[in-house]
């Protein structure tokens, strides 16, 4: 998982460690003016010349707390043992480590806090040459870390919803293809591994196939399925299924919706009247983390049009860029939920920052 991105960043902060320790190239001193060098040499006022012959007085001032060496040294952009990073040059090499984010579908908002983070880690800080590979691993891992909404148990929410004597109702969207259904089983496996009653929801009436799928999982589960025909209403569909649940005392109403993309303006509108409708406790976006900057761009307009609660991210485990994982969250403002790691019931992880961390080669 993020191969590709992790031997980059090993990479580019390699050279970035390199180029830190090597002295900063200093200004060239100002030369005087022609016309300042062939000034005529003036005699001091009487005064003055009188004040510089004047015997000088006893020092009272207090004695210095640091030697002189250790003045110079600690006045000094370079020692022996320390260097600073000034800002034009971190942004000199900070490209670098921009371009290999850039190439592994990091969004561009999440490029722009790192280089936030690191410039206020790094610029005019003193830094240890021998630990400065250390510092920038530290500081890159800990805004990488920032880049992750806070998160919450989806377990624990949906018992308080049950707790209050109502099904927990959860929808997920998502456009074809980014393995939303196979996920909506995931997660139903996962509920009834905690003791709760499932039903799903077959709102995905634009594809006969999807039915179809849903029955398959369902059947394998031991979960009813409630369906229409193809062509049917999507939200009469997730209507009916709320409605079950309540008649029969079932604790959670998984719906399923039809994949649409996200800049079809009336398919948005449909999966509108389904949220109207349904009145979901929860609305999940599933997307494919294979997919890079197209998945940031559903995520962020999915969020858009109804407002999303989560985010699931399938085919992680075969995710060698990263980019959708590192920057989904930050870009929505809402919180990775569950890595999909295999087509298996089981292959459905609770998410959490060190796995990316721990992926990119950034531990501690």
Avoid: W
Avoid at 146 to 153: I, P
Avoid at 166 to 184: H, L, R
């Amino acid at each position: 998982m993020f191969g590709f991105l992790k031997k980059k960043l090993g990479e580019v902060i390699g050279r970035i460690t390199e180029r830190a320790k090597e002295p900063e190239k200093e200004a060239p001193e100002k030369k005087e003016t022609q016309a300042e060098e062939h000034l005529p040499a003036q005699k001091p006022e009487p005064a003055v010349e009188a004040k510089r012959q004047e015997p000088k007085k006893a020092a009272t001032a207090a004695p210095e707390k640091k030697g002189l060496f250790s003045r110079i040294a600690s006045a000094v952009t370079g020692t022996v043992t320390t260097t600073k990073i000034s800002e034009g040059r971190f942004d000199d090499m900070f490209h670098d480590l921009e371009i290999a984010l850039l190439e592994n579908s990091v969004a561009m908002e999440a490029v722009d806090k790192i280089k936030a983070d690191l410039k206020a880690a790094l610029v005019e800080k003193p830094l240890l040459r021998g630990k400065i590979d250390e510092t920038i691993r530290n500081a890159l891992r800990g805004s990488i870390e920032g880049l992750f909404a806070s998160g919450y148990d989806l377990n624990e929410k949906i018992k308080a919803r049950i707790n209050e004597g109502k099904p927990a109702k959860i929808m997920f969207v998502g456009i074809n293809g980014s393995g939303k259904t196979t996920t909506i089983a995931k997660m139903a496996k996962m509920l009834q591994d905690s003791k709760l009653k499932v039903v799903i929801a077959a709102s995905d009436t634009f594809r006969a196939a999807a039915i179809h799928q849903l029955q398959e999982h369902a059947d394998k589960l031991g979960i009813k399925l409630i369906k229409h025909d193809y062509g049917s209403d999507p939200a009469a569909v997730a209507f009916d299924a709320i409605k079950y649940a309540e008649a029969h005392g079932i604790d959670v109403v998984l719906i399923d919706t039809a994949g649409r993309l996200h800049s079809n303006a009336n398919l948005m509108d449909e999966m509108k009247k389904v949220a109207r409708v349904a009145k979901p406790d929860f609305r999940i976006f599933v997307g494919e983390a294979i997919t890079g900057n197209d998945c940031i761009e559903q995520a962020r307009s999915f969020n858009d049009a109804i407002g999303i609660d989560g985010i699931i991210l399938a085919k992680a485990d075969v995710d060698e860029r990263g980019g959708a994982a590192v920057s989904a969250s930050h870009v929505t403002g809402k919180p990775i939920l569950y890595l999909g790691t295999g087509q298996g019931y089981d292959d459905l992880v609770p998410f959490r920052a060190e796995i990316i961390i721990e992926q990119l080669g950034l531990t501690a």
